[in-house]
């Protein structure tokens, strides 16, 4: 293998700037040739496609965003559109490719080398850390600090007017970000979507504090709860308790920017020069993750497929705390 590309796709993650880095350095150390796809599949069909060098790395560890851009790619879900990638690849001679992403870029990359053979390594980046094959994702513990650090100031004005906070963070279809946040933000209820919640809970749990002269509150909502978002569960929870006094704030894509935690920073290079050494080594269709603290290569049809777990220690923990 002499030439390979890396690209980024879906969700952009703290952390992915670290991993193009540590590709494309790693790549070079053992003489291959490295080429960065812009804007992720769309733009492997458009050719957007450059050689990368050293110095096209230079003072990016620090940057939140990726520098690659990122899309989501309708065409590529289509014959047509993934066979003018391949052709692009074919025009520059990539023989292997870095993916970085998520979900829906390792379904994308498993289809394509179930089609055209060519060698894909991925490299987990979503601040949602729910996919089976490590124990963290790119993006998350930024993602977790991010949010924790507006939670603490929502905790202070909280606490000044004796007030209940539904806090929604992300997690479409993961808890992994609200039941950190509700652990490290000290919060009274976490609700996720891994677990059947109810609003006679979140009523009861209130209700106790307040009856126990609790005068301050915090409900953290991942976005992805099944019986609504924080504003529809606020709604419902007034109506039952219109003693307190109840305020929403959405968290948003606050939690995806900014510059990225030392964790995510070293996982990123870890990650991205095992996903180099992968394809090196013949590895192909796998992702590249870490499960305690060890490198392992997961199938994409495991990571895409099997449902990563929730810690039940860690619902346990916030149970425990809240009292």
Do not use: W
């Amino acid at each position: 293998m002499k030439k390979i590309a890396v690209f980024t796709s879906g969700g952009d993650a703290p952390g992915m700037n670290a991993c193009i880095r540590a590709v494309v350095r790693s790549s070079l150390f053992y003489g291959l040739q490295v080429y960065g796809i812009y804007k992720g599949y769309n733009g492997m069909i458009a050719g957007e496609i450059k050689e990368l060098h050293s110095q096209s790395v230079s003072n990016i560890i620090q940057r939140g965003g990726t520098i690659l851009k990122s899309a989501r790619s309708e065409e590529f879900k289509t014959k047509e559109g993934r066979a003018k990638a391949y052709e692009n690849l074919k025009t520059h001679g990539i023989e292997g490719l870095v993916a970085i992403g998520g979900n829906g870029t390792f379904t994308g990359a498993e289809l394509f080398h179930a089609e055209y053979g060519i060698p894909i390594v991925g490299v987990p980046g979503t601040i949602d850390n729910d996919l089976y094959g490590t124990d963290y994702t790119l993006g998350f513990d930024t993602a977790v600090n991010t949010a924790l650090e507006a939670i603490d100031k929502i905790r202070d004005t909280a606490d000044s007017h004796d007030r209940v906070f539904f806090i929604e963070v992300m997690g479409r279809d993961s808890g992994y970000i609200a039941m950190e946040c509700g652990i490290g933000g000290g919060a009274e209820i976490v609700l996720i979507p891994e677990r059947d919640d109810s609003i006679d809970n979140v009523i009861s749990t209130l209700r106790d504090g307040f009856n126990r002269s609790k005068t301050s509150s915090i409900v953290i909502v991942a976005e992805g709860e099944e019986i609504g978002n924080a504003n529809s569960i606020a709604r419902l929870v007034k109506n039952k308790l219109k003693q307190l006094d109840i305020r929403v704030t959405t968290l948003g894509h606050i939690q995806r920017g900014g510059a990225p935690s030392g964790y995510d920073r070293t996982l990123g290079s870890r990650l991205g020069l095992a996903a180099v050494e992968g394809l090196m080594k013949g590895m192909s269709n796998v992702m590249a993750g870490m499960v305690n603290n060890q490198l392992i290569y997961t199938p994409f049809g495991d990571t895409i497929r099997k449902k990563k777990q929730i810690n039940q220690d860690l619902m346990r923990l916030v149970q425990i705390l809240s009292i």
